[in-house]
């Protein structure tokens, strides 16, 4: 679980309940579902106009990235690939075929497949960079969809204070529900500036770190492999790959590695 997202979203929704609180506000005043229904479905309403059904149904199942990492260990995947680069060193890279089985990431099992098929290492470059290329474009859509939800949400918000007036004006007559009706109108313009900046545009700023995150593990990997079919020393290998992690000093040495 990423606790900075839950804790992040947690503190948003109690500061601001608090402040509105001391303020001898009370929740009541904001839970309106009628304003709610307005900004949320006109915001769902303008996103599917703008998205087809399948990007827009890929992104909310990708949207629980935001809460689950996917664990990925950039260190281990260095030292697995170490592990790999003294073995091929020691026997020929054709022996790493009996390992294949224990690798999990897709994208290193069909690198390491090409790498044993004998395959040239430009080739293996060209042909794995134009997957992750591929992916990377098609992933760059899914936040696409809440930083499209976090601009037409305040404006929905709007819309919903605005038929919340035209409701209040039918009772001038009475003054007071004239002054409830203009409170519980703006309610649908909080609910779309919340929703806009408290969920939706940053979300899409997590999910594109996400996203920079996992194309940052396949390009080490892609590297990783091109390196043992060149025959480069483990070591070096090891040191090269480092670089590609934002913290570069693992917290346990990797296994000495043959010279």
Do not use: D, E, H
């Given at each position: 679980m990423d606790i900075a997202s839950i804790g992040g979203i947690a503190l948003a929704i109690i500061g601001i309940m608090a402040g509105m609180m001391m303020e001898g506000g009370s929740?009541?005043?904001?839970?309106?579902?009628?304003?709610a229904m307005i900004v949320v479905g006109g915001t769902v309403g303008a996103v599917l106009l703008q998205f087809p059904l399948n990007v827009f149904v890929s992104a909310m199942k990708y949207a629980m990235r935001i809460f689950i990492s996917d664990g990925s260990d950039g260190h281990a995947v260095v030292?697995?690939?170490?592990?790999?680069?003294?073995?091929?060193?020691?026997?020929?890279?054709v022996s790493l075929d009996q390992d294949l089985p224990t690798v999990e990431d897709a994208f290193l099992k069909q690198a390491l497949m090409l790498a044993i098929d004998g395959t040239e290492p430009s080739e293996v470059r060209k042909i794995m960079q134009m997957e992750i290329d591929n992916k990377t474009e098609m992933e760059e859509k899914l936040p696409q969809v809440l930083e499209a939800a976090g601009g037409?949400?305040?404006?929905?918000?709007?819309?919903?204070?605005?038929?919340?007036?035209?409701?209040v004006m039918q009772h001038l007559s009475n003054i007071d529900e004239v002054g409830r009706g203009i409170a519980v109108a703006f309610v649908a313009t909080i609910y779309g500036v919340a929703l806009a900046n408290l969920v939706f545009l940053p979300a899409a700023g997590k999910l594109k770190i996400r996203q920079r995150d996992e194309q940052m593990i396949k390009e080490m990997m892609l590297e990783g492999v091109i390196s043992i079919l060149e025959g480069m020393n483990p070591r070096m290998i090891e040191t090269k790959l480092n670089t590609f992690l934002f913290d570069?000093?693992?917290d346990k040495p990797t296994e000495a590695v043959a010279v």
């Open positions: 929740i009541s005043q904001i839970t309106q579902p009628t304003a030292a697995q690939i170490v592990r790999f680069a003294n073995k091929a060193r020691r026997s020929g890279i037409y949400s305040p404006t929905v918000g709007i819309i919903g204070a605005i038929i919340g007036l035209i409701q570069s000093k693992p």
